[in-house]
Nanobody, 125 residues
Framework: QELLVESGGGLVQPGGSLTLSCATSEFSLDFYTIGWFRQAPGKEREGISRISHPDSMTYYADSVKGRFTISRNVAKNIVYLQMNDLKPEDTADYYC??????????????????WGQGTRVTVSS
């Protein structure tokens, strides 16, 4: 199930920026809906962004809308999550995930068949 690889996490001050990457050698990421999820300590994993297939529409949770941007580089087979104006409440482990079928509950974990191991983002002064 963990066939994707996230990278780019780290420690950043409030108001700073990070770019997360999601990569795999097993799939062409432009052929699937890719979601980004995060899980803060002691909390449930929540969906924060996704980019759809085949229309490439992007979606964001209210908590990150206007600050985060999802995109994909087809040539490099990488999906990115650009995170700006980071806040302490953004501190979490971030995961990318791949959906094999059209989504009916697009923020639900069970809609995504493959996941990465996560990358940790800590926003603190």
């Amino acid at each position: 199930q963990e066939l994707l690889v996230e990278s780019g996490g780290g420690l950043v001050q409030p108001g700073g920026s990070l770019t997360l990457s999601c990569a795999t050698s097993e799939f062409s990421l432009d052929f699937y809906t890719i979601g980004w999820f995060r899980q803060a300590p002691g909390k449930e994993r929540e969906g924060i962004s996704r980019i759809s297939h085949p229309d490439s529409m992007t979606y964001y949770a209210d908590s990150v809308k206007g600050r985060f941007t999802i995109s994909r580089n087809v040539a490099k087979n990488i999906v990115y999550l650009q995170m700006n104006d980071l806040k302490p409440e953004d501190t979490a482990d971030y995961y990318c995930a791949l959906a094999l079928v059209p989504l009916t509950m697009p923020w639900a974990r069970y809609e995504y068949a493959y996941w990465g191991q996560g990358t940790r983002v800590t926003v603190s002064s």
